[in-house]
């Protein structure tokens, strides 16, 4: 059974010219949501997912209306395949019923993972790069040790409130308790 599913991103567009198509192809029943490709809701898709039974064919006008990028596209379609379901897109006259469909979805998925790997790469090194360069990613600290030794000086204290020493450290009471909380392999006996 064929199974269509159109989207369009705004209600000023139409769905006329998916829903035509659709229909031509002889597909039984189609869902349809009019909302952003990036956007994660989508009922009219995930309806359309759990109508699909094992041997039916999910169809689309374009690839662009399923996925809302590659990976997700490729997530979709091996979902189906898992399922003993199949994809067709019409204006790429792909069709995960043939070998070819197949073969280009596959290397659809070496495409993504490549692109996903030099992502990797370059971020690691990029990284390196500052790292070589004495630069180190994260937040800047707000207490060094001596703000660190200031306000264990100031708590142990009994006349000094939590409260009365963030305020003068200039920090918060969340603050203080991360810089103060026992770090793994320090003497916590210490105090």
């Not at 703000?147 to 918060?172: F, H, Q, Y």
């Amino acid at each position: 059974m064929l199974i269509g599913y159109a989207r369009v991103s705004t209600s000023d567009q139409s769905l006329d010219l998916q829903l035509d198509a659709l229909n031509a192809l002889g597909c039984e029943r189609i869902f349809h949501d009019v909302a952003s490709g990036g956007g994660s809701g989508r009922p009219g898709l995930e309806e359309a997912l759990a109508y699909l039974r094992k041997g039916d064919t999910l169809v689309v006008w374009k690839l662009d209306r399923l996925g809302r990028s590659l990976r997700h596209l490729i997530q979709v379609v091996t979902q189906l395949h898992k399922e003993e379901k199949s994809f067709k897109s019409l204006q790429e006259s792909l069709d995960t019923n043939t070998s070819n469909g197949r073969l280009i979805f596959h290397l659809f998925g070496a495409l993504a993972e490549f692109e996903r790997d030099i992502i990797r790469d370059r971020t690691n090194a990029g990284l390196a790069a500052a790292r070589a360069r004495g630069r180190h990613g994260g937040r800047p600290r707000v207490m060094d040790e001596q703000k660190i030794a200031m306000a264990r000086a100031l708590l142990a204290d009994p006349k000094n409130t939590v409260a009365d020493v963030c305020s003068t450290l200039g920090v918060s009471r969340a603050t203080l308790y991360a810089y103060l909380k026992p770090r793994p392999g320090s003497d916590t006996t210490a105090n």
